[in-house]
């Protein structure tokens, strides 16, 4: 339980952020299936990517950490050994997703279970095409646990997404690269492309044509380094904290700016969001210092192409629509009701709670602006969700009333530091 932070004279400073949790977890698992010693900078220390390492530790992945670099000395995709009893995923559906692929691409015996939000998130998006390509999972009802069986899967693979998930797209293309299949997945959604754009790093041969990637069969990966930049899905609380707290101006250090992932950026700027992009020189994906200003945002609609591209973003792009003028329409974004809360209904009851006017519809949100959030005490709760959790301490800001967070603990998922820098800034 924590009494949050508000402010009377603006916000003003230079924040650096935690590593992208995306590329963490990607980081790790490759490195755990490469030939060599692989050497992270930059990793994001969080529960959800302990998951990971707990995970591949436990298939036989010595990991280690000395000097700030994270080192994983890989066993080759075909040496990972039989976990000994059930992998615990925490709250993490990253972890899940992508590496019951990759075991079962790697041909393993391992059973998958996570904590009571997890064990709620659906896991037929992923059990489906990996029976479909000859792996065998047994789960009840398409929920945790999950028992992944010894399967030898077909040695060439050709799957299309029905859903914009870069999990799904990466537990098939991991299963495929494990497996040494010849491995086709289109993605008419381009969702989020950090697999794709890490494994040649690897040594990997990825091709494309139009929305299918290809990684052609029987390939080893070769350990390397990566530097993970900072994570924009966290950048992001500071990027709307800055607009829409008077008196305002932020910068965000060194946060990473694939195309597949700046959505809020695009969204907030047609807003009439004060956001100026300084490209930072990178090894890995393209990073930017993000400075923002205090501005009077407007009312849009969000919805189709752009939703994958924003998707973790949408808690508090919609507390930034609650201060703008006139209405924003959010729609397309149904995957929000399978997160780690169904996010519709926990962003519109807690913010309701505060004062502000959204309705929630089957696939996202009505949200009037221009509200002004409540001012006497009350307390508020992620529901143990950490972006909400991390949206309704921004929304305290823009309130000077007494806020009680319920469960600030959550924040710990994917940005144990979020009320550090919170201090640092008000
Ligand atoms: O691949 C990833 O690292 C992630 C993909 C997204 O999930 P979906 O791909 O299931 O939408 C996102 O919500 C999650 O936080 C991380
Ligand atoms: C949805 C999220 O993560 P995951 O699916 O990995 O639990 C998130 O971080 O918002």
Redesign the pocket.
């Known amino acids: 339980m924590k009494q949050l932070p508000t402010t009377t004279t603006g916000l003003t400073g230079n924040l650096t952020v935690p590593g992208d949790?995306s590329i963490s977890?990607r980081a790790l698992m490759f490195g755990a299936m490469a030939n060599g010693t692989t050497k992270i900078a930059k990793i994001l220390h969080s529960d959800?990517v302990t998951s990971t390492i707990n995970a591949l530790k436990a298939v036989g992945v010595k990991i280690s950490e000395a000097n700030g670099i994270t080192e994983v000395v890989g066993k080759g995709v075909n040496n990972l050994n039989d976990p000994w009893g059930p992998i615990n995923m925490g709250?993490?559906?990253?972890?899940?997703?992508l590496l019951t692929g990759l075991f079962t691409g790697a041909n393993l015996a391992a059973t998958i279970v996570g904590d009571a939000s997890?064990s709620t998130?659906p896991m037929k998006r992923i059990t489906r095409p990996l029976s479909e390509i000859g792996g065998t999972i047994i789960s009840d009802d398409g929920h945790l646990p999950l028992q992944i069986k010894k399967s030898l899967l077909l040695p060439v693979i050709h799957q299309k997404l029905t859903v914009g998930s870069a999990?799904v797209k990466s537990a098939i293309l991991l299963a495929g690269l494990a497996a040494g299949a010849d491995t086709y997945v289109t993605d008419n959604f381009h969702s989020r492309n950090h697999t794709e754009q890490m494994l040649p790093k690897f040594g990997v041969e990825v091709d494309y044509k139009n929305d299918t990637i290809h990684i052609p069969a029987h390939q080893e990966l070769q350990a390397t380094e990566i530097e993970v930049p900072g994570d924009i899905?966290s950048a992001a609380y500071w990027i709307v904290a800055g607009l829409i707290t008077p008196n305002s101006e932020l910068t965000i250090k060194n946060v990473g700016i694939n195309p597949t992932r700046t959505g809020i950026i695009t969204v907030l700027k047609k807003m009439g969001g004060n956001i100026t992009i300084v490209p930072q020189e990178t090894v890995g994906e393209p990073m930017a210092d993000i400075t923002v200003k205090t501005s009077q945002l407007h009312g849009i609609k969000i919805a189709g192409q752009i939703i994958p591209s924003l998707?973790?973003e949408i808690p508090i792009i919609a507390l930034a629509a609650t201060q703008a003028d006139g209405q924003t329409v959010i729609a397309d974004a149904s995957e929000l009701r399978v997160?780690?809360t169904d996010r519709i209904k926990t962003v519109s009851d807690e913010l309701n709670k505060l004062g502000a006017k959204i309705v929630p519809t089957t696939d996202g949100f009505i949200i009037d602006g221009k509200v002004s959030l409540r001012t006497d005490k009350i307390h508020v709760s992620g529901h143990t969700?950490?972006?909400i959790a991390m949206m309704l301490s921004i929304a305290a800001l823009v309130t000077n009333g007494t806020i009680i967070l319920d469960d600030d603990e959550s924040v710990k998922?994917?940005y144990p530091t979020f009320f550090n820098n919170l201090e640092g800034i008000v």
């Open positions: 949790k977890h959800d709250n993490s559906g990253t972890s899940t997703r997890l998130r999990q899905s998707i973790d997160k780690e969700d950490h972006r998922i994917s």
